[in-house]
């Protein structure tokens, strides 16, 4: 079974950057379509960005350009890249692939103070 492991994550100050990592376990990476899901504190976990298998790439509209998200099949790894952070962009960010099945990663944590 593929399993994904989300690294990178830490505590920053507002206006700083980071970027998330999400490796998987195995080659057929490629054929899933990945996502980045964020959960704040005592909030349910929402939608970030997404990139398909085939290629596209969507965005919430709270990311407001301050994000891109990648991928690199060759490693196995979805990237977000998340600039001029905002006390608000705190909490634990968890990817997801979705294929013929649903996986998650366990969650890295994301401090922005201001």
């Known amino acids: 079974q593929v399993r994904l492991v989300e690294s990178g994550g830490g505590s920053v100050q507002a206006g700083e950057s980071l970027r998330l990592s999400c490796t998987a376990s195995?080659?057929?990476?490629?054929?899933?379509?990945m996502s980045w899901y964020h959960q704040a504190p005592g909030s349910r976990r929402e939608f970030v960005a997404a990139?398909?298998?085939?290629?596209?790439?969507t965005y919430a509209n709270s990311t407001e350009g301050r994000f891109i998200i990648s991928r690199d099949n060759a490693k196995n790894t979805l990237y977000l890249q998340m600039n001029n952070l905002k006390p608000e962009d705190t909490g634990v960010y968890y990817c997801?692939?979705?294929?013929?099945?649903?996986?998650w990663g366990q969650g890295t944590q994301v401090t922005v103070s201001s």
């Open positions: 997801r692939g979705t294929s013929v099945r649903e996986i």
């Open positions: 195995s080659a057929i990476f490629r054929v899933y379509s």
């Open positions: 990139f398909t298998s085939t290629g596209v790439i």
